[in-house]
């Protein structure tokens, strides 16, 4: 019964790289998210996705940062030219339901992906 | 919008002692309401939830919570805590939406 599944777990790079981030969602799970833990700090949403389709973006910012679903394999977070200030916990949540118009149902979430950008 | 405030950063308690960590929301509209707990370099595991129902609810490892509508707040309780809780909990407040909104974090520590 696996969970939420992302890698890498820790991943490093130095200014002006790119950092791709992936996440498995749960068996059965069709609706992603993301969100950034910044140090000492709670978490911050990102972005919601489904498949082939990004719902809801308005915590994403506006430049260098983008995310896909596919139809077929992980969901890809993308950081080009990375900063210093990129350096954060990636964690990625996922649902069975679609959670708009109130709908109850649980984001359940992996372990993340430490960025360190060097 | 809705916010998310946990009152106390830092909670050190001694083990077998009851805990409380408080949790406080604001939101225009009716919400659901969680807490999940965060070990070391870890990801986020939810403890429990309020959806709708019974306004005390019970989660695991021993913990419950209850909410009040009029108070706005979602506090956590543990009658007798050990070693083991020690960790980062983090209130989350969702509206009809989908994102959750979080608090900043309580660190809980469990002294011997």
């Known amino acids: 019964n696996a969970g939420v599944m992302q890698n890498p777990r820790h991943l490093v790079r130095r200014r002006g790289q790119e950092a791709r981030l992936r996440c498995s969602p749960m068996?059965?799970?069709?609706?992603v998210y993301w969100y950034r833990q910044l140090p000492e700090e709670g978490l911050k949403f990102m972005v919601y996705l489904q498949k082939e389709n990004i719902i809801d973006e308005s915590g994403m910012p506006k430049e260098r940062f983008s995310a896909e679903f596919p139809k077929e394999g992980p969901s890809i977070l993308r950081i080009q030219q990375v900063v210093r200030g990129d350096s954060a916990a990636y964690f990625c949540?996922?649902?069975?339901?679609?959670?708009?118009?109130?709908?109850?149902?649980?984001?359940?979430f992996g372990p993340g992906t430490r960025l360190t950008v060097l | 919008a809705q916010s998310v405030t946990q009152l106390d950063s830092q909670v050190p308690v001694f083990e077998e002692a009851p805990v409380e960590l408080r949790c406080n929301y604001s939101s225009s509209v009716s919400v659901y309401l969680f807490w999940y707990v965060q070990y070391p370099n870890q990801g986020l595991q939810l403890l429990l939830k309020?959806?709708?129902?019974?306004?005390l609810v019970k989660g695991i490892n021993g913990f419950e919570a209850e909410f009040n509508k009029s108070q706005t707040s979602f506090h956590l309780r543990k009658p007798s805590v050990h070693i083991s809780d020690t960790a980062e909990y983090f209130c989350a407040v969702r509206d009809s939406g989908s994102r959750l909104t979080f608090g900043e974090g309580t660190q809980l520590t469990v002294n011997p």
């Open positions: 068996k059965g799970h069709s609706h």
């Open positions: 949540a996922s649902s069975r339901l679609s959670l708009l118009a109130g709908v109850e149902d649980t984001q359940y």
């Open positions: 309020y959806l709708s129902g019974s306004t």
